[in-house]
């Protein structure tokens, strides 16, 4: 897929979509042998399937109002955002909410609610959350922003709807970046896409909030440079197992033990991994082993699906993969118009 293809946009929506609906079905578990990743994998198979189909779960529930927003408008527009947000919960509250958002859209949904980014900052006794909600939606805004400012501005006030630790939004502007850079064809530098990455969270981990917010929850300063700098150390050993991933990257709901994780998954399946099918593309292997590290599974194998699809296109997602999942059709759909959306700016 040449750079910022059409296919790549397709495949950054369609491969978030799948990386939800394959990861809901062990969100939670902590060892999740491959064994039973891959046969749940196979069940996808045209021959393997009844006709139940994979429903999405809170990530994708996000990402689609964000995706609706920026189509309908054709601008981030961060009052219609929230409205969307709160409606998509009161219409479906069972899609596996984080515990504490939920107490965000309850404020957004009463009348009462004049500034939309406040009940975000209410949020853990006014810290806000650092969770990975506000990352695992942050795809659309690299698909409708080709600038990078563009990108780190909306994905950061996209975010901020939910997520007003900076430890919470810039794990968002990380993973809109990912996407960003991957869209362009960067992924397959490696060690140049990390610099990029690392380049664009330098300038914003050194803002004040981003230094007092790592203070008080006892991270080191520039948390996110020093855990893409072990990503690139890790990428660069021959052999790295899954333990030694979940432990020096994490596998967690919080954004900084999860955005590093999914970008270190995404670089590993770069090449082909001897213990996954030889048969698999790259989106495949990329998803298997999100999967295979467990904890929150669902969210890491979007963050890492998105990333993925960007690089790949469409041309690496198996159709019979694509047809389980609920809203197939819309993402590809919503990526068509999403890429012109971002041809025309
Ligand atoms: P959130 O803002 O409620 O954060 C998620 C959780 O992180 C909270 O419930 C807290 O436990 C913890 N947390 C966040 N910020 C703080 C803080 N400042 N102090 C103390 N604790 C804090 O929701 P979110 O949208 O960020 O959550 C996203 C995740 O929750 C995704 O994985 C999503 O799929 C969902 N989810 C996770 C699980 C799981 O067990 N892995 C299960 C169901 C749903
Ligand atoms: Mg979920
Ligand atoms: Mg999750």
């Known amino acids: 897929a040449g750079p910022s293809s059409l296919s790549r946009f397709r495949g950054a929506l369609v491969g978030a979509l799948l990386g939800d609906c394959v990861g809901a079905e062990f969100e939670g578990t902590e060892e999740v042998p491959l064994d039973r990743v891959l046969q749940h994998l196979d069940g996808l198979e045209e021959e393997n399937r009844g006709d139940g189909i994979l429903q999405y779960s809170d990530d994708t529930a996000m990402t689609r109002c964000v995706v609706q927003s920026l ?3 054709s601008e981030f527009d961060v009052s219609d955002l929230g409205r969307r947000f709160a409606e998509e919960y009161r219409r479906a509250p069972l899609r596996g909410y984080g515990a504490g958002v939920v107490q965000v859209f309850k404020k957004l949904l009463s009348p009462r609610c004049a500034d939309v980014l406040q009940p975000a ?7 806000g959350s650092f969770g990975n909600g506000g990352a695992m939606r942050a795809a659309p805004i690299a698909l409708a922003y080709p600038q990078t400012q563009d990108v780190i501005e909306f994905s950061r006030r996209c975010a901020l709807l939910t997520h007003a630790s900076s430890l919470g939004y810039n794990g968002a502007v990380l993973q809109a970046l990912a996407v960003h850079f991957a869209l362009r064809g960067a992924l397959c530098s490696g060690g140049q896409y990390l610099e990029l990455l690392i380049g664009e969270m330098e300038s914003l981990e050194r803002e004040e909030k981003a230094l007092s917010d790592a203070r008080e929850l ?3 300063d520039f ?8 990503v690139k150390e890790m990428l660069e050993r021959s052999d790295v197992s899954v333990e030694e991933v979940v432990m020096e990257l994490g596998n967690g709901i919080a954004a900084l033990h999860s955005v590093p994780t999914a970008i270190f998954c995404a670089l590993h399946c770069l090449s082909v991994r001897p213990s996954l099918p030889p048969h698999y593309s790259g989106v495949q292997r990329t998803l298997a082993f999100s999967l295979a590290l467990g904890g929150d599974t669902d969210t890491i194998a979007t963050m890492a699906g998105a990333i993925a699809g960007a690089h790949y296109g469409m041309e690496q997602v198996p159709a019979s ?4 999942c609920e809203g197939e059709q819309d993402a ?3 990526g068509e118009r999403l890429h012109k959306l971002y041809q025309s700016r």
């Open 223 to 230: 948390p996110y440079c020093t855990r893409l700098r072990k």
């Open 332 to 334: 590809e759909e919503w």
């Open 218 to 220: 006892n991270e080191a």
């Open 321 to 324: 993969w694509q047809r389980c």
């Open 121 to 127: 900052r209410e949020q853990f006794g006014g810290r």
């Open 71 to 73: 189509l309908s408008r």
